[in-house]
Nanobody
Framework: QVQLVESGGGLVQAGGSLRLSCLDSGRTFSAYAMGWFRQLPGKERELVAAITWGGGHTYYADSVKGRFTISRDNAKNTVYLQMNSLKPDDTAVYSC????????????????????WGQGTQVTVSS
């Protein structure tokens, strides 16, 4: 059974930084692309960043380019989201997700491409 568990959320002032972590257990983590999504109540889930299984390709939403960095440590079955220069608009529940297909050569950018989801961690940025 695949389980994704996020950690690292919290309250931070605008301009600050947070690093989110997502531990993947239950299958071969290194074979699957991973993504970080965020969602506000009443709004659609938004893909923030994604990374291929080998880490060679990444995707970032325009709203976070230059501020967020996604990375992975396949030896630790963990994907990270380093968030710098945080803004109040970044406030949301952040969830990690695992690709449906192994060894995909492209970065999955559609939520339907992801088969497993974490429970989410709250990130709140105060002004």
């Amino acid at each position: 059974q695949v389980q994704l568990v996020e950690s690292g959320g919290g309250l931070v002032q605008a301009g600050g930084s947070l690093r989110l972590s997502c531990l993947d257990s239950g299958r071969t983590f290194s074979a699957y692309a991973m993504g970080w999504f965020r969602q506000l109540p009443g709004k659609e889930r938004e893909l923030v960043a994604a990374i291929t299984w080998g880490g060679g390709h990444t995707y970032y939403a325009d709203s976070v380019k230059g501020r967020f960095t996604i990375s992975r440590d396949n030896a630790k079955n963990t994907v990270y989201l380093q968030m710098n220069s945080l803004k109040p608009d970044d406030t949301a529940v952040y969830s990690c997700a695992a690709d449906r297909w192994s060894y995909s050569g492209v970065v999955p950018t559609n939520s339907r491409d992801y088969a497993y989801w974490g429970q989410g961690t709250q990130v709140t940025v105060s002004s």
